[in-house]
């Protein structure tokens, strides 16, 4: 078959000859009705019976993948996508480098990848489950849209990791699979893996500011695990990649929207202080202050997936040439980190300080310094719009070491800027720099749904363009009453 073109003539499409696979496709078949009594249970919460304005990839091919249409949710065609394999392709780091790279799960290293693949599958549907109640309030039906084209691209992301886990690692595999539609965000009993994954998204903003600085994390991690020497792996992340830039999309045009009407109802009321919170309240709108609060809470909470800063399962994964730096084939180096060393923030006496350790455990700290660059790029967006509204404003990314739970700083208390401060400090200070109880009500009191075409609620702006370049009063969600 034609690998850039997706057979839909199966129930699972596919361009990976499910066809001629029948073990495989078997496996999937049999997972496919818990998927969808997952996605029944957890998914988006109503809207399953509308005609959402979605786009489904009809290829891999980068310069022409999917087409748009409307489509019942539980009617989206998941489908198991890989990039087009690469002739010839050698493992681009570690102890195996320059070799062939594996077509089939390396024995020795077996282990090691299941378990990054379901992590990877883990925090998909997690996602879903945080967003699942967001379409009862969103602000205007093309971000109701986006939101469910977010959701129904990270059910194919689950896909995606269990295709690897049901083709490439038999009977285990499959129960890793089940487990993936069993555990639960937040669940007590059932959590799901990673900490910022049993967090609540419970408005918009912090959907934005998910989908700007958790999703950047997935996208990180599929970079480096696209890298893998196991093919298949990189095939499937290197798809995904194609994906991920909509999520990007979403977050980094979301919060530029939210900060837009603000500073324009500022300026339209002829508010010059930025800071005076309850007169840019009385305005329908978030204040900038709020809004950095919760960039604050979204960002350490994302930093923490990057894992320890100094790490042996990283260096081991690394080594084994199953999870790679970001853009590694770039990279000059020997791509085996022999004799090198990289800055590692520790904390020392009390002091965030840069310490030299050997490269190869520093990966996860190199990879969130990539991240952390990433990020900036969205924050000198925002900040141009608050200034060329004429205000002297700027948001900020958080010191390293504020509001942690993994790593370095796990056991102590910081502000914002980096100040160490003691937990009777911090108790009665978070208030200042993370949502208190008081912001999430007032955020809360904006989230009205609004379902008008072309229409969007008093705390958002209209984006500049449609989606597939649409008309601004296009009806993206054609809710069923
Ligand atoms: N929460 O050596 P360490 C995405 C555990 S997001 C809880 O410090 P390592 C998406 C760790 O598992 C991307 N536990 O870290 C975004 C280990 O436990 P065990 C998802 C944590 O292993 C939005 C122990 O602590 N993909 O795609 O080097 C929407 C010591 O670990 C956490 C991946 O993450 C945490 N935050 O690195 C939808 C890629 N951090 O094994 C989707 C695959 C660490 O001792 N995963 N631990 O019991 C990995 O590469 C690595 O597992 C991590 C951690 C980067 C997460």
Redesign the pocket.
Known sequence: MNIMNVDYSTKIPNNVNLSEDRQVLKALEGWHPGYMDWWSDMGPEGFQQSLVYLRTAYSVDPRGWAKFDYVKMPDYRWGILLAPQEENRLIPFGEHYGKPAWQEVPGEYRAMLR??VV??GD??P??VEQQRHLGKTAPSLYDLRNLFQVNVE?GR?LWAMVYLLQKYFGRDGREEADELLRRRSGDEDSPR????FNEATPDWLSFFM?TYF??R??KM??H??AQSGFDPLSRTCRFMLTEEAH?MFVGETGITRVVQRTVDAMKEAGITDPTDIAKVRALGVIDLPTIQKKLNLHYSLSL?????EV????AN?FNAGI?GRYHETQIEDDHQLKNATYPVLKLINGEAKRVDEPALTAL?MRLRDDYTQDCVKGLLRWNKVISAAGYDYKLTLPNTAFHR???EFKDVHATPDGLLIDDATWNKRKGEWVPSTADGDFIASLMTPVTEPGQFASWISAPKVGIDNKPGDFEYVKIET
Request: proline share 0%; glycine share 10%.
């Open positions: 378990r990054l992590i990877q925090t998909e997690a996602s990270e992301h893996m990673l900490g910022a998910f958790t999703d994390d997935g991690q599929l480096s695990l999520r923490d997936l990057f894992g320890s790490s042996t399962n990283a994964a999870k996860n739970q993994i790593g």
